[in-house]
């Protein structure tokens, strides 16, 4: 079954939705107008409830089907995410941000207009059986939005049995989509690291403590964790990407700072990397006499479909793009806040192809309307499909 001829009607609605939301890009959190224009249309489409304020500007919407459910209903969950970055968008479109410094570098613009298209939809026709419950949500992009709606009591309130999440992949086709069993997406977490020595002229190294060359070493030594310490078929990265120290070219700086991320798939990599670093962070500073002081901060969990979930999103992506044009793939190293919500439910995450457009986070990137039939397509039979009479 190809896309849904409603939405191939719906297109334009919901583009133009898409690039308001674009023009008015929101961080974290403040999503305020967003959510304002996402709980007025659900209103709007005629949704049985709709919930604001989880997770502090999360917005739920809530679908009845008309078809008899029988004694126990099914409920499922669409989750779109909605907040912005902190980048100084370079497109030149017409429609570009008008805010200074903020930009929708990631596409939850289009995926936010994608299930609003999906949630007019099953408003206007409720052809399934159970309730449909579509989950915007804020603060993807490092602020946990979706943990904060499971502790503002998401899954219980609204009965959610299983949970379903969508991303657009740039360099994949438009009309294509990705997935895979297990894990899908990185868990990700922190490193900051404050190096104290002893400053002094550059001319007198030796009557000093040099918190670069500290750094320096620190920085090989941790990059050795993966290489040396980590199973060669697992996956891993560690990364240092900022090394802050010293302000003249003839000062041994006191200070340095470095901060990293680390990326993992599994927990036991996870738990490994972690004791390394400690480790190796208190050996360094034994060997040249530096203070170090780490901070290490888990972040997002590993994003890790459900099997049974995965088989059935892969099943429905076909209906609406063909076999050929959906297809498994590798783990990416990047990570996701679906996580905690795949941790809560079973559920999938899937991948919808962007086109030939700039990468994810870069500040010419787009999100490309010609995949909105195809998202919205497969919110809808994923619906329909797996709350079926």
Known sequence: ????????????????????????????????????????????????????????????????????????????????????????????????????????????????????????????????????????????????????????????????????????????????????????????????IEIEGQGGHAARPHKCLDSVMVGAQLITALQQIVSRNVDPLDSAVISICEFHAGNARNVIPQTAVLRGTVRTLTAKVRQLIEKRVREVTAGVAQMTGARIDLNYERGYPVTSNHAAQTDFATQVAKEIAGDANVRGMSPMMGAEDFAYMLEQRPGAFIFCGNGDSAGLHHPAYNFNDEAIVFGTSYWIRLVENALAA
């Open 1 to 192: 079954m190809p896309i849904v001829n409603r939405v191939a009607d719906l297109q334009p609605d919901i583009q133009a939705w898409r690039r308001d939301i674009h023009q008015h890009p929101e961080l974290l959190y403040d999503v305020h107008r967003t959510a304002a224009f996402v709980a007025d249309r659900l209103k709007e489409f005629g949704c049985d409830e709709v919930a604001t304020g989880l997770g502090r500007t999360g917005v739920v919407g809530v679908i009845k089907g008309k078809k008899p459910a029988g004694s126990d209903i099914k409920v499922i969950g669409l989750r779109a995410d909605m907040d912005a970055l902190p980048i100084e968008e370079e497109t030149n479109l017409a429609y570009a941000s008008k805010t200074p410094g903020k930009m929708h570098a990631c596409g939850h613009d289009g995926h936010t207009a994608m299930l609003l298209g999906a949630a007019r939809y099953l408003a206007e026709t409720r052809n399934f059986a159970g309730n449909a419950v579509v989950i915007f949500q804020p603060a993807e992009e490092g602020g946990a939005g979706a943990a904060a709606m499971i502790r503002d009591g998401l899954m219980d309130r609204f009965a959610i049995d299983q949970v379903f999440g969508m991303h657009n992949y740039p360099g994949s086709p438009v009309g294509s989509f990705a997935i895979r069993s297990g894990p899908i997406m990185a868990a990700t977490d922190a490193i900051d």
